[in-house]
């Protein structure tokens, strides 16, 4: 399908509902349109944008039972908010998106950048393969007390970088409320193909690593040479991170939303080498339109965190 490459693309394809509408059917047709009722695959549109069986003469709605099912928001509008998100290096804040649109209710465009990030993780996405090096980071501001492993205030999050040859490949990020080894191993099995090679430093809670099946090679201590850090990639991630969280979003972050920038900062990371920005749009709209509806409960506690995007 055809997808616009630059702005002036996306303005030319995008410029109605009706446009935007027929893209969407377009997308949702690529598996081929069945009927819900009977299963026949003809049907005609009437002018209310529906698919009407030629057979029952059921009547579906071409964004019935995707992420956009039920939405007030003009179609246009949700448009230029995800080509927003993609277009941009480094993604943009709701309050932003907010302004350039136009759009009333900070609450909207919130949730359907919320929606979005739903978006980025496909279930069915490989595992890291190869070298994988393994560490944990805290997120969060400057706060006094305890520091490292156990510091409280904080956000724990550990991440995997994959490694190819002496480059960084994928990463892979997740919130976890302590740094056992029971939620370390989780990550670990969740994220790495067994059989892997995995890089850590001599914390207790990579204990079982060779119990599930990887090799484990343990790095004590620091790289005085470079001054590098124990596991070098995975800190680079953390900097990376942290440096993002604070210029696009003032690193306004909350232990119940933070995995949803997670999954953003890794769906960019691994697309950095992407070299159409459209394609990215293409691909995120396959995503809505194959997605289930998503509840407007993610909005309840929005007014507690206005700012966060």
Not at 37 to 54: G, L
Not at 144 to 150: D, V
Not at 258 to 272: G, P
Request: net charge positive.
């Amino acid at each position: 399908m055809e997808y616009p490459k630059n702005q002036m693309e996306f303005e030319r394809l995008f410029s109605t509902d009706e446009e935007c509408f027929t893209y969407l059917l377009q997308l949702r047709l690529e598996n081929l349109y069945m009927c819900p009722s009977c299963s026949h695959q003809d049907y005609w549109i009437n002018e209310r944008k529906q698919m009407v069986c030629k057979l029952c003469k059921r009547q579906t709605s071409i964004i019935a039972g995707t992420i956009f099912h039920g939405t007030k928001t003009p179609i246009t509008l949700i448009f230029r908010a995800l080509w927003f998100i993609v277009a941009q290096k480094n993604g943009v804040s709701a309050v932003s998106v907010q302004k350039i649109l136009g759009i009333k209710r900070y609450e909207t465009v919130w949730t359907w950048l919320h929606k979005f990030r739903r978006l980025m993780v496909v279930p069915e996405r490989s595992k890291l393969t190869g070298v994988v090096e393994v560490d944990e980071t805290l997120v969060g501001g400057k706060k006094s007390g305890k520091r490292g492993r156990g510091a409280e205030g904080k956000i724990l999050v550990v991440i995997a970088i994959e490694l190819v040859g002496k480059k960084m490949g994928r990463v892979r990020l997740e919130t976890i409320e302590s740094s056992d080894r029971i939620q370390l191993n989780q990550f670990i099995k969740n994220n790495v193909e067994l059989g892997g090679k995995i890089i850590t430093d001599g914390w207790k809670g990579y204990i079982d690593i060779k119990k599930m099946g990887y090799k484990h090679e343990i790095q004590n201590k620091k790289i005085i040479l470079d001054m590098e850090e124990i596991t070098p990639n995975v800190h680079k991630i953390a900097s990376l991170l942290k440096r993002w969280l604070l210029g696009t979003h003032q690193n306004y972050v909350s232990q119940d939303y933070l995995h949803f920038y997670l999954d953003e900062f890794a769906f960019r990371y691994n697309r950095r080498n992407s070299k159409s920005r459209g394609l990215l749009f293409y691909t995120l709209l396959k995503q809505a339109m194959s997605h289930q509806p998503l509840s407007k409960k993610i909005c309840l506690k929005v007014n507690k965190i206005k700012g966060l995007l």
